[in-house]
């Protein structure tokens, strides 16, 4: 399997050599050249596989070179029982006739994205050890991102990660989970700042070539393509589990943000995976909602970038809808850079015509809604008091918006993408009472930590990573 670029460098290149990238060279973003089809004799195969080994036949369709052996033990190593609280690993709990959850986030960090992190820290190891290299990792951080790379990448040889946080201003549990790792490769940095004064010096780091190089400079941001791939898994393993035959379709409601989590089961639907509908759910910051109703894509500028009970989905554009556009376009690199190259920072944006936007759904399966905060707290209670299970504000918003757009008969899966515990005071004002924690955490603001505090200045940054960069 060979990857390209959206944008239209069709070098070829192997799984390994864009493991560790974040875009192409040419600005676009990385996908397979096709992508393999599963049959209905595969997936019924599939159907008694433990999770770890669903996730290693799925992977070795696109990564060939690792070998055979290698892969299966990474994956092995990765989804335990021991690390996400379930032998199901993603197991899926009934809701009401035609709607269930299926748990993401009962891995270290409590939220979906340890799902593909936990792979990448994995894979990230095996593959600077091959090439004698080292890598570190530089982040900026308000909370779930953070987190699920500092636990996927503690301990890992090769890798350390220096990540940035806004100081004081991350949930009292968010701070505890992060600054309370003592690894030695693990390096909190507390910015007297907000986030954009975070990600301002994760930019000017990085666009100090220079230092970049000499560093060894990487990220790993929702666009990396291993991400993506580790998050196909778990589609089939809702399927599996929702499916009561090998030809009954599913349909998925995935709170989204930057569209990784739901890219990923677009990517599932096109090998074959019988997905009925995909169905986008945002909060109040609602590019892709916009787009799915309108066909109209807009960037946001800041002014208009809403903080929300929802916070992991507060974004100004999606970052991986580049890769559903592609497709979508026919995979025309030159439309689709015409498209995403003009769009900057903050504006911009385009329209596809009428017929191109009815292929979202008919061909793609694509459909979309919007939660509020009021829709959100209404809907944690509503679970709470009707079905007994808490959720969290943006599992919340999928399950709203599943509610309202869901078909007669039509069979979906929610996607619960945090454990309420990491958003107390939303749940406080939903229900009135503290969220329940999983017992391995009870107490973690006591912790002793391990953490810097440094003014916004790329400068004192830079030392820092230099005077830790002991391989330099
Ligand atoms: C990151 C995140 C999302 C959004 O996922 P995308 O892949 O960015 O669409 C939703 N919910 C939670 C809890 C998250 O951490």
Redesign the pocket.
């Known amino acids: 399997m060979r990857y390209i670029s959206t944008r239209g460098d069709a070098t070829p290149r192997a799984f390994c050599e864009i493991l560790l990238e974040g875009l192409a060279p040419d600005g676009g973003l990385y996908l397979p050249e096709r992508y393999p089809r599963v049959d209905a004799a595969t997936l019924s195969r599939w159907r008694g596989l433990s999770y770890a080994d669903l996730a290693f036949e799925i992977l070795s369709l696109y990564i060939d070179d690792i070998p055979a052996a290698d892969l299966r033990a990474l994956c092995r190593r990765t989804y335990t029982r021991d690390r996400f609280g379930s032998e199901a690993i993603v197991p899926l709990r009934g809701l009401e006739a035609g709607l269930s959850i299926e748990a993401l986030?009962n891995g270290p960090t409590l939220?979906?994205?340890d799902m593909a992190m936990q792979l990448l820290g994995a894979l990230f190891e095996y593959e600077l050890a091959r090439r004698g290299e080292r890598l570190n990792i530089l982040g900026a951080t308000s909370?779930?991102?953070g987190s699920?790379a500092e636990y996927a990448m503690r301990g890992k040889r090769g890798v350390q990660v220096f990540m940035l946080s806004p100081h004081g201003r991350m949930s009292p549990f968010q701070q505890a989970q992060m600054y309370s790792l003592r690894d030695a490769n693990i390096h909190n940095i507390a910015i007297e700042g907000v986030f954009d004064d975070c990600q301002d010096i994760v930019k000017a780091v990085s666009a100090d070539l220079d230092f970049k190089r000499r560093h060894r400079i990487g990220s790993v941001n929702?666009i990396n393509w291993a991400r993506l791939l580790a998050?196909v898994v778990y589609y089939f393993a809702g399927w599996s589990q929702a499916a009561s035959h090998g030809h009954e379709r599913v349909s998925f409601a995935?709170?989204?943000?930057?569209?990784?989590?739901?890219?990923a089961g677009h990517i599932a639907r096109m090998m074959g995976l019988p997905i009925g509908r995909l169905i986008v759910a945002t909060n109040e910051n609602d590019v892709l909602d916009e787009f799915f109703r309108s066909g109209r894509y807009r960037v946001r500028g800041a002014a208009e970038t809403h903080e929300t009970s929802?916070p992991?989905?507060d974004?100004s554009k999606?970052?991986?809808f580049e890769r559903f556009a592609f497709d979508l376009l026919d995979r025309d690199a030159v439309r689709t850079r015409a498209l995403f190259g003009a769009l900057a920072a903050g504006e911009g944006g385009f329209s596809l015509d009428a017929a191109t936007l009815e292929r979202c759904s008919r061909d793609f399966g694509f459909v979309s809604g919007r939660s509020t905060h009021a829709d959100r707290l209404a809907t944690i209670r509503d679970a709470w008091q009707r079905h007994g299970t808490m959720i969290?504000p943006?599992?919340a918003d999928g399950l709203k918006v599943a509610r309202a757009l869901r078909l007669p008969g039509e069979r979906v899966v929610v996607l619960e993408?945090?454990l309420p515990v990491?958003f107390a005071s939303t749940i406080v004002e939903a229900l009135g009472r503290e969220p329940e924690r999983p017992a391995a955490l009870a107490g973690i603001e006591a912790l002793p930590r391990r953490v810097q505090v440094l003014p916004a200045d790329a400068q004192r940054v830079k030392a820092l990573i230099a005077a830790a960069d002991v391989g330099a």
């Open positions: 986030s939220a979906f994205k909370g779930d991102t699920a929702s998050q995935v709170p989204s943000g930057n569209f990784g989590n739901v890219c929802s992991s989905m974004i999606a970052s991986n969290d943006h599992t993408t945090a990491k």
